[in-house]
């Protein structure tokens, strides 16, 4: 027998699939705040039509995040994120499509389906007191005009769900551990000349910056899965003229605070190769570890929700990129995440949502909260 509360949403199926469609049309690349506001508006519109209540709206930073609060709030943390890492004119290139059981388009996976999906598993609940929900426009680059809020509503709540999505396949693991990442810049400054008449008479910070470049790949340690990746790399402003200036992007990811900190040390300590250039590491954004313990309980209580819905056996596991759980972990509060998207492609031109997966990753989510609010009491 199906339960009942997977047959409601599995009833709601073609609403999900419409709104989540209504999102994915509005591209809202990080950087675009006016993109977020109006995209921020249209998931407003959904959850009133839901929850039956109008979410606060917040601005921090010019960017703007919704927050619903039912009762206290303080029982249950629900995170998502509208931005999206598209840039404007993604969805003419890559349209969203729903066929052969699949979703397709720019944001998708990466995490609209995750917001759908966890407005229509509220809205299977009778009783929200307790839960509260936030949704934010900067996670993509490392939340940091949200930053303090998340960790403000992580303090006063005893559990945190990411919305995130799935760790990718038809499986849909949910993520117990993350690493934490770390983002630092590189700048080098060097000397100004002529590229054709006297090259000699400067000091070319784009050589300076190719041997650091190779510096920086060597801090990795694959024994610790720590990962250390140059990025966008910059240098110069003219073809004929020595470069000046240069600079790259670094990502580290690692599993504990203390092989992040090796790196950043070690960054700080880099050397310039070529007379005449200096080096300044800017330390960007840092997010700590999602440690293992900190899902242990509830990734023990949404097995037994999927075991209820009869979905199979869940499964965890540890990745690599970050998330706003990471956050919420690191302040000391109970943290699942993945609970969002089944499918794949994150940021990537294959980004799917799996369709038949929608209503019952709703569904757990509506058990799970309902379990951690004490209350099986579902519409």
């Known amino acids: 027998m199906t339960d009942p509360v997977l047959s409601l949403l599995t009833q709601a199926l073609p609403g999900i699939i419409a709104d989540l469609e209504t999102l994915v049309r509005c591209e809202s690349p990080t950087e675009d705040l006016a993109a977020n506001v109006f995209c921020a508006e249209l998931v407003a519109e959904i959850g009133v039509e839901l929850l039956g209540a109008q979410p606060e709206r917040l601005v921090r930073d010019g960017r703007p995040i919704l927050r619903w609060r039912f009762g206290a709030g303080d029982r249950v943390l629900l995170l998502g994120h509208l931005d999206t890492v598209w840039p404007h004119g993604s969805l003419a290139r890559l349209p969203f499509t729903a066929s052969g059981g699949r979703i397709t388009g720019p944001g998708c996976f990466d995490m609209k389906a995750g917001l759908v999906q966890m407005l229509y598993g509220l ?95 060597d801090l990795a340690d694959s024994a610790e899965a720590t990962t250390v990746t140059p990025t966008v790399a910059r240098a110069g402003q003219t073809t004929n003229t020595v470069p000046d200036t240069a600079s790259v992007a670094i990502d580290v990811r690692a599993f504990s605070v203390e092989e992040q900190r090796r790196v950043a040390e ?48 869940l499964r965890g596991v540890a990745v690599g990129g970050g998330s706003d759980g990471n956050l919420t972990a690191a302040v000391g509060t109970p943290t699942l995440d993945g609970l969002g998207a089944v499918g794949g492609g994150a940021h990537a031109d294959d980004e799917h949502v799996l369709v038949a997966s929608m209503p019952e990753r709703a569904a757990l989510l509506a058990v799970l909260v309902g379990d951690l609010l004490g209350s099986q009491s579902q519409s």
Do not use: C
Request: glycine residues 10%; aromatic residues 2%; charged residues 25%.
């Open 123 to 217: 809205s299977a609940l009778d009783d929200l007191d307790g839960v509260t929900v936030l949704i934010t426009s900067d996670e993509e680059i490392g939340s940091p005009s949200s930053r303090s809020l998340i960790e403000e509503e992580a303090r006063r709540s005893a559990a945190v769900l990411v919305l995130e999505a799935s760790a990718g396949g038809a499986d849909g693991a949910l993520k117990t551990a993350r690493k934490g990442g770390s983002f630092h810049r590189l700048h080098v400054t060097g000397r100004p000349a002529h590229a054709g008449l006297e090259p000699q008479r400067g000091a070319n910070a784009a050589i300076e910056l190719a041997h650091q470049i190779l510096a920086i790949a």
């Open 266 to 313: 070690a960054l700080r300590a880099l050397r310039p190769k070529v007379p005449g250039t200096s080096l300044r590491v800017e330390d960007v954004t840092t997010r700590p570890p999602l440690p293992p313990s900190a899902s242990a309980e509830l990734f023990e209580r949404a097995a037994k929700a999927a075991e209820r819905l009869g979905l199979g056996p």
